[in-house]
């Protein structure tokens, strides 16, 4: 975001993502559509969402090298709080938690970054951004701080590698640290389609117990509406993997009420995702023998995708599987939809792809069930939706979308 922007910029930015999530699946009715997806790609979103935390009032000091002094004691509550660029570390200790100071925030980043100029800083509450130059042009760099329950999709979720189709990437890695601690390490770009070539390199970490660090840099002065300043953002994936795992946040983290640490809640009108893993059933589905698969979403519930080809180009399938929808029903189908014996309506439509692929189409079969239990399908003749048409039409007919969509399988436990 840009340092200069005024108001609530983690709200706006959440809100931004919000929106950027929903844009992807069925173009009509769309909020309702973005509810739909939205669980399915939460993933997406966790890498870039901003814990909105009140502020903290402690007047906590900052130690050598960046480490979290609390009040009242000379050491750090952690022993791996090291300079990013010097490894210098600090004593240990145990102290109760304190609440955190935004002021205290913005100086441990700069206590963790290598040597250099900094610029622009604020903070508030989990989040601290500032300016870094280290003597190549000035970069963004933030970090967010929250919870997730260990143990939960969430917290996988969070630092799995997102799939191609979705989010394009030169490198990305998970690695397992050894107190269990799990970072994501991603090298990538601000803008998907690449209208700008800002790059965005994010770290994030999950601790066992639930402790969730998000660092992010660019490689301009502000993650948009700023010049690209250098070729690369500062810190190598393995200073970034170094700066989110320093116990500092981790201190920070445990610092924070618990209850105002929690990403902000999902809409409620997004339906109960069936159990069903989406991507191997959406395989078990396929005709037999005719395609490839060159990506998939995994065993994810409520939504997933295939990356297929049959020899004749990649084509995006994406399937959204919801157990309860009967309150949008009324705007997901119209009256011009098909109702079936069992009462099972179904809504189709062949639409221009809408992410920026040049020739994509995008053919959907949309189906609701008397009780509410929903299936929704799409192909496109791409393997992405915000890259050119591989082929004329996607891999897969309406009337194999349809049959799919019908299929009893999603329902099977």
């Avoid at 973005?34 to 906590?60: D, I, K, M, P, Q």
């Avoid at 951004?129 to 042009?137: A, E, N, S, T």
């Avoid at 991603?186 to 969730?212: I, M």
């Avoid at 939504?303 to 009324?330: H, I, P």
Wanted: charged share 25%; hydrophobic share 40%; proline share 6%.
């Amino acid at each position: 975001m840009p340092f200069e922007q005024h108001g609530n910029p983690f709200e706006e930015q959440l809100s931004a993502e919000l929106r950027q999530a929903g844009d992807t699946f069925v173009a009509d009715r769309a909020a309702l559509v973005a509810a739909g997806e939205l669980r399915g790609r939460r993933r997406l979103l966790l890498r870039r969402r901003a814990a909105v935390v009140g502020g903290a009032a402690s007047l906590a000091l900052v130690g050598v090298g960046g480490a979290l002094l609390l009040p009242g004691t000379g050491s750090s509550a952690h022993q791996d709080g090291a300079s990013v660029g010097t490894g210098r570390h600090t004593a240990a200790a145990t102290p109760a938690p304190s609440p955190v100071s935004d002021d205290q925030l913005i100086r441990t980043l700069e206590g963790l970054l290598p040597k250099g100029k900094f610029s622009k800083a604020e903070a508030r509450g989990s989040y601290v951004q500032l300016v870094y130059d280290d003597g190549k042009g000035p970069a963004a760099v933030s970090v967010n701080l929250g919870r997730v329950e260990p143990g939960s999709d969430e917290a996988r979720e969070t630092t799995e590698c997102p799939g191609k189709a979705f989010a394009h990437y030169d490198a990305c890695s998970t690695t397992r640290l050894p107190d269990a601690s799990v970072v994501m390490v991603l090298q990538g770009y601000e803008y998907p389609d690449r209208r700008v070539d800002t790059k965005w390199w994010s770290a994030e970490l999950v601790t066992p117990q639930g402790q969730h660090v998000s660092v992010s840099e660019w490689n301009a002065a502000a993650e948009k509406d700023a010049p690209i300043s250098r070729p690369e953002p500062p810190l190598s994936a393995a200073q970034l993997r170094k700066l989110a795992a320093a116990g500092a946040w981790r201190d920070a983290v445990d610092a924070m009420p618990q209850d105002k640490t929690r990403p902000t809640a999902q809409p409620s009108d997004t339906g109960t995702a069936a159990s069903v893993p989406v991507a191997p059933t959406l395989k078990s589905l396929l005709p037999k023998g005719a395609f490839t698969v060159s990506e998939d979403s995994g065993d994810d519930s409520g939504f997933g995708y295939l990356v297929l080809d049959d020899g004749k180009g990649k084509s995006l399938v994406q399937v959204n599987v919801q157990a309860d929808m009967s309150d949008a029903e009324g705007d997901l189908f119209g009256s011009d939809a098909e109702v079936l014996a069992d009462g099972t309506k179904v809504a189709t439509r062949q639409t221009p792809g809408e992410k920026g692929g040049a020739g994509v189409v995008m053919w959907t079969v949309d189906t609701i069930r008397t009780d509410g239990r929903r299936v929704v399908i799409s192909a496109f003749n791409s393997g992405a939706q915000d890259t050119a048409a591989t082929r004329k039409t996607p891999a897969l007919t309406m009337k194999q979308l349809r049959e799919i969509a019908l299929s009893p399988k999603w329902w099977q436990q």
